[in-house]
Structures are given as C-alpha cells and as structure tokens.
C-alpha cells in the first residue's frame, strides 16, 4: 500500500508551529479543536488569525465556559474549506486510505492514549477523548502524520494498531467516534484586504452574540459555591474542571486579543482598549487558574474575590469597547 498524503512535505521532527501557538503565549493550547484548525490553516499557508472572531461571544454555561471553535460556514467563507461529517461505516483505517486518497483530510476524536505527543500526560497514561487531523497515512509502515494540539506529530507501531484498532477484535458494542472530511480542493487565497473586510463582517456578527449579562459574574458565583468540593476531589478532579472552565475563559480571550491586534481600519481607540481588556482576561485567567491549583494542592482556602472582581471588570470593559467598534464599523 502506497503512502497516502494530503499536505506533502510535513516533517514532524521540524514543523515550525503558528506563532498563536508561540511558548510566549499565556495560553499555549487552547482546546483539541482550535488548536488543530490553527495549524492546519498554517500549513496550507493560510491565515488562522482572521478566523478569530468568534471567540469574543463565549458565555458561562453553568459547568464549564462555551468549548469555543470555528463555525464550517466561518471555514468556508474564509478559506474556501468544506467541512463535512463523515458517517463512520467501516473500520476509520479504511475511510483514511480511501478520502486521504482522495486529497482529503479526515478531522477525528481519537484516544490520547496513543498520541505520542501526549508524552507525560496522557499517553500510555489515561484515556482522554481528543481530535486530530489524518494527514500522511503509510499502512504497510504501521505509519500516521498528524496534526493534535499546538503542533504536527507522527506515530507508528502498535500506537498505530491501536489508534485504528487493527488487532481489536470484533465488538458490536464499540461506538465509531465523531469524524469529519476538510475537502481542500476549492481552498481560497484571498488578499490580505480581501481578509480583512470578510473578516471584519464575522467581529460585528459575533459582537451581536455578547451574553446579555456579565458571565464572569456568574462564574463566581458557582466558583464559590463549587470549590470545596473540588479541592476535595483532588488535582486530577481540578484540571478536568479547569480545562473546561478557566482554561476555555482565558483561551479565548487570549486569541480575541490577538484577532482584534492583527485586524485593521477598527476605531482607534475602542479597538485598543478591547485588545487590553481582552489580554487582561487571559492573564487573569491563568492567574485563577494555578491559585486554584495551589490551593487544591495544599488543601488550603483560599480567596479569589479580587480576582474575579478584576475578571468581571475586564469583560464588561472589553463588551463595551467590542460594541463601539462593530458600531463604528457598521
């Protein structure tokens, strides 16, 4: 069997990451989803950053923040990339041969237990449901190129066997996991002009969708009424809530910042304060993030009232600057 790739060229041990993956970032990964959008539109040499806007309208869902990505309509207008469910009929491994084939890529859930860039986390250490991207696929090789969180990797071997179930015996009782098709074939270059206007349309649509109240303040509120038991569950109880929760919060903001600096012909001035408010979101976020951990930790109380004080303020700050600048823009 012949090796299969869709981006030819790939070198995992020498892939340079999008610089929205930078290790100066607060928030280095963001969640499995965007995070494989962000470098795949980086190595078809697009722009992920004009895809951001979307992030400035998550909201407090009670038990977590909105698990924030990109719209397939938002994919398309941007990029010319058609997003479409894959019904997993038959065996993935068969899918991958057939559609990478075909010069299409496959977006899929996937054990993180047999990621190998999970080293020290999950891998060979606990199942965690995640996506990757299906790139460059070898079958006789025990081979796969791949794009999973903040950077493109490969894995061989029994991680291979395993990841597609090669030696698994038959189980009717196993459910296929969720799989997309990225059809690359009427991928769009537009200008950096051209960008920047669809670009500036998707920010006033998703200024629009601003929760109607401030969700940090509801944040807290289940923060406090919540955090006992989440000391009391351990560390491994806190980071599932946090990446849920916080990381979501700050993640989010962290790339709204970097949407709203890389956008242009914005008002001056409302446009920088929502960049700082937005920034200051994400910085805070982190800040919450590890007190929260220490004090889990250690098994001590501790105070954060200042902080989501800050956090409130920062939001309902950005919210105001967000709208004066799709007012303007209107």
């Known amino acids: 069997m012949a090796r299969l790739q869709v981006i030819a060229g790939l070198d995992p041990k020498h892939y340079a990451r999008h610089a929205l993956h930078d290790e100066a970032r607060v928030w280095v990964e963001k969640n499995c989803y965007i995070d494989i959008w962000i470098e795949l539109l980086h190595a078809l040499r697009l722009d992920p950053t004009a895809m951001l806007a979307f992030t400035v309208a998550i909201d407090f869902e009670g038990d977590q923040w909105t698990f ?21 009929w038959r065996p993935l491994v068969e899918h991958a041969l057939e559609h990478l084939g075909a010069g299409k890529l496959i977006s899929t859930e996937a054990d993180a237990w047999w990621l190998p860039d999970t080293a020290g986390t999950d891998y060979r250490s606990t199942h965690t449901k995640t996506t990757i991207v299906l790139n460059d696929i070898d079958l006789d090789a025990r081979r796969l190129g791949y794009f999973h969180n903040a950077g493109y990797y490969q894995l061989e071997g029994e991680d291979f066997n395993r990841l597609f179930r090669l030696e698994a015996p038959a ?8 799989a997309e098709l990225v059809r690359i074939d009427r991928l769009r270059r537009d200008t950096p002009a051209e960008l920047q206007i669809r670009a500036t ?6 200024v629009q969708r601003l929760p109607a109240d401030n969700p940090v303040a509801r944040f807290a509120q289940r923060f406090q009424q919540q955090f006992a038991q989440l000391r009391s569950g351990g560390l491994p109880h806190y980071h599932a809530w946090a990446f849920a929760a916080t990381r979501q919060l700050g993640a989010a903001f962290e790339l709204a910042a970097c949407h709203l600096q890389w956008l242009r012909g914005l008002p001056a001035a409302p446009a920088a304060e929502a960049v700082a408010a937005c920034a200051q979101i994400a910085t805070l976020a982190k800040t919450l993030i590890l007190k929260g951990a220490r004090s889990v930790n250690s098994g001590k109380a501790a105070s954060c009232d200042e902080l989501f004080h800050e956090l409130a303020s920062a ?16």
């Open 171 to 178: 189980d009717p009782a196993f459910m296929p996991l969720f």
């Open 68 to 88: 924030f990505k990109p719209s397939h309509t938002q994919i398309w207008d941007l990029y010319g990339l058609d997003v479409q469910e894959l019904n997993v």
């Open 201 to 206: 349309g998707l920010l006033a649509a998703a």
């Open 315 to 330: 939001w309902e700050r950005a919210a105001a600057a967000l709208r004066a600048v799709a007012a303007a823009a209107a």
